[in-house]
Nanobody
């Protein structure tokens, strides 16, 4: 059974940083594309960043230059380093794994950016 478990969310002030982690199990992690998505209250879920099995990354325009996605295949973990956080980054952040035609989701971790 595939499990994706996010951690690292919390309450921070504008301009501060957070690092999210997503630990995967039950999946061939090194062969999977991984991603981070977010959903703000009253809005649709949107892509934040993705990383392929080969390490190619892609970012939403709204986070380019501030967020960095990375993966550690030895630990079956994907990370999202978030710097210069803004109030509009407030959302539940979800981890996503894609392998072949299968898509898996974690339950999310809440990030709140507020002064």
């Amino acid at each position: 059974q595939v499990q994706l478990v996010e951690s690292g969310g919390g309450l921070v002030q504008p301009g501060e940083s957070l690092r999210l982690s997503c630990a995967a199990s039950g999946i061939i992690f090194s062969d999977s594309a991984m991603g981070w998505y977010r959903q703000a209250p009253g809005k649709q879920r949107e892509l934040v960043a993705t990383i392929t099995s080969g390490g190619t990354t892609n970012y939403a325009d709204s986070v380019k230059g501030r967020f960095t996605i990375s993966r550690d295949n030895a630990k079956n973990t994907v990370y999202l380093q978030m710097n210069s956080l803004k109030p509009e980054d407030t959302a539940v952040y979800y981890c996503n794994a894609v392998r072949w035609a299968y898509i898996y989701w974690g339950k999310g971790t809440l990030v709140t950016v507020s002064s």
